[in-house]
């Protein structure tokens, strides 16, 4: 028997949909991998705080920020079902593949976006907790509902409400968020492009049968790959800012530059390869997340150091 037959179909009863998804078609609505990220992130953001917060209201903290990305998820995928369902990459999701229904995504995401602020709010601060309500309406609203329809930027702006995490986590440790997590924020934001653009080049196709005007669909590929050069060397300067400001060691330093030289020249070969020569592409997408781990994972390290060693 196939995946697909094993999987539970929604029913209508007195003209209303019910799910009978299983608990693992709920979990991927919250968009598991993105969320990872978002985790990661802000928890190096709360490390790198001063001060700190009670571990168990940080660990509070950190579920109420993870539930708030998934959240987003859950309502991007509601948003998103129409056109998710022509994307080979996202024609299996729990929406358009009709093992929830999008009304039930919506009340979902709904209910996990105003339980994530509400927690935030009562095991950190409302500065934390009205970041993560603005980034939840940012993704949903701004890039979900308006930019990624209408622009070849969606990306580009839209990339915010994937860089606030480590302010979130900032703000719920210490109650402010100075200049030193909005610099952790722009290396994301300068990451995002290249990240998806890349992406966007072997995906192409899909986005175009979709109607959404990524870069390579509007613009070409010999564009794209300009710009994707272009963010790698603008990343791999503002890579190296932590350090230079005084927020990170010399172990950052070294795993910023080793990495953002990598990150430049795999960008390089993408800008020379050739158009339907997507391999350079995929390389650079998948070295690009190891690219923001590593980062992010060595501050985690000199922010533990800090602190306990």
Known sequence: MSDTAMKPEPYTLAGQTYSLAGPGDYFALLKPRVMSLVIFTAFVGMMAAPGGLNPLLALVSLFAIAVGAGASGALNMWWDADIDAVMARTAGRPVPAG??????????????????????????NYLAAGLLAFTIFFYVVIYSMWLKRSTPQNIVIGGAAGALPPVVGWAAASGTAPLEPWVLFAIIFLWTPPHFWALALFRSGDYERAGIPMMPVVKGEASTRRQIFAYALILAAAGLAPFLLGMAGYLYLAVSAALGAGFVWLAWKVYRASEGDYASAKKLFGFSIIYLFALFAALLIEAVAATYL
């Open 99 to 124: 093992r929830v229904p999008r009304a039930e995504a919506a009340a979902f995401g709904g209910f996990l976006s105003a339980l994530s602020v509400a927690l935030l709010a009562l095991a950190s």
